[in-house]
């Protein structure tokens, strides 16, 4: 008995690792798997002998209802699903809202939205010069009625959002209900994650260039106007203020520079009203998958953007375009958990790989502190925090600095630590997993799950969604008193080389 009570403490230092699916190939834009054996074959293989917890995966918008409004086709998805459900492995599946394009492949938005967009090309961001970004669709557009539905009326974004999720529940209410899909994550912007896209994929922005503020489209500046007329504010003129570009320094420009516009009282009004105006999307889109998901046990999830370079700057300027209103004196991330809190959502946050010294000095980028940070504000507001890697993990460092962000303090042989990450993500499933490090990569697992045998018992980590609230302007402007971080060790008694 003594043994088992100690294995349950034990097991509660356990962290879960999913592998992240390829982006293309996995379900084709015909609803077909160019891929399905090969990646079963690597599935097996991984759950065999590196003893993985599960998969997480795009769940692409642009492929299941991509023909017509309301025409979904998860025949696709359904066969992946039951092909991971054969190797008794969780699901977590991201509902992605946005285009992705790498290495000359693409999965766009669906073609009829794509269609209302050559007509009114303000359905996506725009930035000063006006670009228009097409990798989803802007917040500006949220409450618009500009999309049809199948009764000859309109849609809105959110509306468009929340239909897509209740066919989801509908058509995969099997994998729902036992269990087999444990997380989903709702895509909220560019790369599925909560921010502008102001960094884009493109040849524009080079790292580490601060990136340019994406509100250039006609809902978003008729906004702003309302904004401004409403609070008897005198506005910033975007316009004419000297932002920069994408790719400026900081010190090159006005707003930006140390005591730039950004600290004036026009510069914070105007700041206010772009982060504020990123949370209340979030929300808006999260009480939507609340009320569609109540009563399943399933983890609700939201992804923040790693924006780690500037991080030294007074303006923290590329955290600024993107939509984090985070300075030395006021945090922009703490509101974010709160909003998340009240919408029982988890937060998702990569960079958990990082160290600052892999990065130039112009860079002033600062991973680890960011990371504990975000960290630290999510469990300071008491929502679990899922960790990712940004990119592929070459070295026991990489691994090591992992281990670390996941338990901050180590592990606890008498339960649970007070600091722990839920589960993480992996970056990416592909061939070189096996040809580099395979090895360590089978001891960082391990020491993830605390060097406990794998347990694919989903109650032992999932949690039921129920009823939620919205967030008011009073409680995030409340959250923006900055507050310190959690301490962390100097490093991870875990490490995959010692």
């Known amino acids: ?256 520079k140390e005591n730039g516009t950004y600290t004036t009282e026009k510069g914070e009004f105007f700041l206010e009203w772009y982060s504020n105006k990123l949370i209340f999307h979030g929300d808006q889109i999260l009480r939507e998958a609340n009320k569609i998901f109540t009563g399943l046990k399933i983890d ?13 700057h007074p303006s923290h300027g590329a955290e600024l375009t993107a939509g984090y209103y985070n300075l030395y004196d006021r945090d922009g991330y703490r509101p974010i958990a709160r909003m998340l809190y009240k919408r029982n959502c988890f937060l998702n946050f990569s960079c958990l790989e990082m160290k600052y010294y892999n990065y130039s000095e112009e860079a002033l980028s600062a991973p680890e502190e960011l990371v504990k940070a975000v960290l630290s504000k999510a469990w300071k507001e008491g929502i679990e925090v899922i960790g990712a890697n940004t990119s592929e993990i070459k070295n026991a460092e990489g691994y090591n600095q992992v281990l670390l962000n996941a338990r901050p303090n180590g592990s606890n042989p008498k339960g649970k630590p007070k600091l722990k990450v839920h589960s993480f993500m992996y970056l990416r499933l592909s061939e070189t997993i096996f040809s580099r490090n395979y090895d360590m990569f089978k001891k960082f697992v391990r020491n993830m799950h605390a060097d406990q045998d794998y347990c694919g018992d989903a109650e032992k980590y999932a949690h039921k969604v129920e009823s939620n609230s919205a967030i008011t302007i009073e409680e995030i402007l409340a959250a923006t008193k900055s507050s310190g971080s959690f301490k962390w060790d100097e490093e991870t008694e875990a490490k995959v080389d010692g």
């Open 300 to 312: 609700l999830v939201a992804k923040v953007s790693g924006v780690h370079w500037l991080y030294y």
């Open 1 to 256: 008995m003594e043994d088992i009570n100690r294995k349950e403490k034990l097991f509660l230092n356990y962290v879960p690792v999913y592998i992240v699916l390829p982006l293309f190939g996995i379900v084709a834009k015909d609803n077909k798997h160019a891929e399905l054996e090969t990646t079963e074959r690597n599935l097996k293989r991984l759950k065999k002998e590196a003893c993985i917890d599960g998969v997480m995966v795009d769940v692409w918008w642009g492929i299941v209802e991509s023909k017509a409004p309301k025409e979904y086709n998860w025949n696709g998805y359904k066969e992946l699903f039951k092909m991971v459900k054969r190797l008794e492995l969780k699901i977590h599946a991201i509902m992605s809202f946005h285009k992705s394009s790498q290495n000359r492949k693409t999965t766009s938005l669906p073609s009829w939205v794509v269609q209302v967009g050559k007509e009114n090309p303000d359905i996506y961001y725009t930035d000063r010069k006006g670009f228009r970004n097409d990798e989803c669709l802007s917040l500006g557009v949220d409450n618009e009625p500009l999309f049809d539905d199948v009764n000859g009326t309109k849609r809105t974004a959110i509306q468009i959002y929340s239909d897509y999720m209740n066919s989801f529940k509908e058509n995969m209410a099997e994998f729902l209900e036992d269990g087999v899909i444990g997380a989903i994550e709702v895509g909220l912007g560019p790369n599925g994650e909560l921010c502008y896209p102001s960094f884009p994929s493109d040849q524009r922005w080079t790292f580490p260039g601060i990136g340019e503020f994406q509100c250039y489209d006609k809902y978003l500046k008729k906004d702003f106007e309302n904004a401004a007329k409403k609070a008897g504010h005198s506005m910033l003129d975007l316009s004419k203020e000297d932002f920069g570009d994408y790719n400026s320094k900081p010190d090159e420009t006005t707003f930006f």
